[in-house]
């Protein structure tokens, strides 16, 4: 003790001199200021140095993207690169307008309101000549996803649940009793297919994408109340697109995972290294849109008990699949409440639960997370605003129509549509196997198969296909293709006729494998190899332009569609 007060005396007596010369010093130098001089001055530069400071360590926008953005941005900007790429991007945009109105024919397009209104036997006979415009054939299995129709006799189930619900809304609770009952119905059947207890809870949204978004808002909100400033969600690099949507929406982080190149399923290790203090959710899929694999949701679960952070397993392709395997005698990992640690499941009504497009649930095990995506403005001149989801006005007649759908059905006959689906997309998945020059990509362990090949460009297959009537999904980084699989697709001879047609078509491919590829595929190909993913987003942009235009594609005249 006393050797610590001698040395600390020496160091004082030692240094006392100096810093009475500085003090001096920078006294001396401060005379030729007035006060409010230095105090403006020291104020300025303390601001400079908080924003110099903000800059580098921008949470939200990384110095290291910034910093490739800036050098984009600068070359795309050099004349010659900017006249080449204009003259490109005019190049794609006029292609795919064209390519769109090739699609209608000579229909020409509405413009304005007919002047006098239309009888329902003309309005049914123009939607007729629109119907006459679709060649593709999903009724026949050629189509992968996109369509989940549940037979024929069910279309008359859901519209004729539209036509009696037609003219509700679920915003006034209070008008609607019978669309409440409803809505809060299917909800609690859904909660006990993913054995929810009876603190599970959830709402009807309009789709899977706006299940997802909702409960990355309830995470979002349940941190920012916990002091967190800029909450991130972690998600597997296989994880569907609506989880950047949310990030980007809701001013959130989204860290992606990579998943092993040979199951598609996330890398928990990398997952777990990846927790910080922001993290306020954990995501995997059961199973994932691109591969079909499922993430291990019980590892991914654990981590999230440990570290006290909201897991969801985002069942939207699954939904009405993974709860009837084990009834149809399939094996299937664990990925809903029964897990300790799962705090949300998205499942999509609307694709294997063939209810009409418009419909999903987001559930959570408890309502403590639930309250977190509820809206309330308490002030409104227009009366106290409450709303469950992202809308205002719902349309009950949808909720309606899924409710009817899930009646029709039963567990019996999802158990039956669920057996089906897999034994074909099992079948499918064993064929494609066989076939010399292509593997399977992941694991097809629900209704997803994926293949790639490396032998050949197998965006070639996808055009080829493409010419036989087939649409399968393209996927990339990497390059591979897939069939999702319907029920179309499990009617007697539609995967055999599928099958074969693959086989000829790698058939033709492999006596030339390193031929070029033309078609979507050379524009997904070339679009992998392009650094700068701004670019490919701007051609995309085009491309939804070109979803809405209206120019006529034979007779340029202005015409209001009505003859
Ligand atoms: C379909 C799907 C979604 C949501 O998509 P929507 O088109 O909005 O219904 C989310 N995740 C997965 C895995 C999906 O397959
Ligand atoms: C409602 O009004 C009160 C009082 O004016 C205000 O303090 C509060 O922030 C308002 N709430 C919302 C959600 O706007």
């Not at 490109?88 to 309101?113: H, M, T, W």
């Not at 967190?228 to 959130?252: G, L, N, Q, S, W």
């Not at 605003?385 to 719902?394: C, I, K, Q, V």
């Not at 076939?435 to 990509?441: A, F, N, S």
């Amino acid at each position: 003790m006393e050797v610590v007060k001698k040395v600390a005396t020496d160091v004082a007596q030692n240094v006392a001199p100096y810093l009475e010369e500085a003090r001096l010093k920078v006294n001396a130098s401060c005379q030729q200021f007035e006060g409010w001089q230095i105090i403006a001055f020291t104020f300025g530069v303390t601001l400079m140095l908080v924003s110099v400071y903000q800059w580098i360590f921008d949470e939200e926008y990384p110095i290291k993207a910034r910093i490739v953005k800036g050098f984009f941005k600068f070359v795309k900007n050099l004349p010659i690169v900017k006249g080449k790429i204009q003259k490109e991007v005019d190049k794609n945009a006029k292609g795919v307008e064209d390519g769109f109105q090739k699609g209608i024919g000579s229909l020409p397009y509405v413009k304005r309101l007919p002047a006098k209104g239309m009888s329902e036997a003309q309005i049914m006979k123009e939607l007729d000549k629109y119907q006459s415009l679709v060649t593709v054939e999903w009724s026949k299995g050629t189509v992968s996803g996109a369509v989940y129709n549940g037979g024929e006799e069910l279309t008359d189930i859901i519209t004729n649940a539209y036509k009696k619900f037609a003219w509700t809304n679920p915003l006034h609770p209070d008008m609607f009793p019978d669309v409440r009952k409803i809505e809060a119905e299917v909800v609690r059947m859904c909660c006990n297919m993913f054995n929810g207890d009876s603190n599970s809870c959830g709402t009807i949204t309009t789709g899977g994408t706006e299940s997802i978004l909702l409960m990355c808002l309830a995470y979002r909100n349940r941190a920012r109340e916990q002091g967190i400033r800029y909450p991130e969600m972690i998600v597997p690099t296989t994880v569907h697109a609506a989880f950047d949507k949310a990030a980007a929406m809701f001013h959130m982080k989204i860290t992606h995972i990579p998943v092993d190149p040979i199951t598609c399923k996330v890398n928990v290790r990398k997952m777990r290294s990846a927790i910080n203090k922001n993290t306020c959710m954990l995501v995997g899929s059961a199973p994932g849109f691109p591969h079909g694999s499922v993430d291990p949701m019980e590892e991914i679960a654990a981590l999230g008990l440990k570290y006290g952070i909201p897991v969801h397993t985002d069942c939207c392709l699954g939904g009405f699949l993974i709860p009837f395997m084990e009834k149809a005698g399939f094996d299937v990992p664990k990925v809903d409440f029964r897990v300790p640690g799962i705090t949300s499941i998205s499942a999509d009504t609307h694709k294997y639960g063939f209810a009409p497009k418009g419909s999903s649930v987001i559930l959570y095990s408890d309502k403590e997370y639930r309250k977190y995506q509820f809206f309330v403005q308490p002030n409104w001149s227009g009366g106290i605003y409450a709303s469950p989801t992202l809308a205002g006005s719902r349309s009950g007649a949808i909720i309606a129509s899924c409710w009817a759908a899930m009646m029709h059905f039963g567990e019996q006959g999802y158990v039956e549509t669920t057996r089906q689906i897999i034994k074909t997309t099992r079948y499918i998945a064993a064929e494609l196997a066989k076939i010399p020059g292509l593997y399977i990509l992941g694991e097809p362990q629900v209704s997803v198969v994926a293949v790639a090949s490396h032998d050949f460009n197998i965006f070639r297959l996808s055009d080829a296909l493409h010419d036989k009537g087939y649409c399968l999904s393209v996927l990339q980084f990497p390059s591979a293709i897939h069939l999702c699989v319907t029920l179309p697709h499990t009617k007697p001879g539609a995967a055999d006729a599928f099958l074969k047609e693959a086989r000829s078509c790698v058939k033709e491919i492999m006596k030339d494998p390193k031929a070029k590829c033309g078609g979507i595929g050379a524009i997904y190909g070339m679009s992998q190899s392009i650094p700068d993913r701004s670019m490919v987003s701007e051609i995309a942009g085009l491309f939804l332009d070109a979803c809405y235009s209206t120019t006529d594609p034979v007779d340029p005249k202005e015409t209001n569609g009505v003859h």
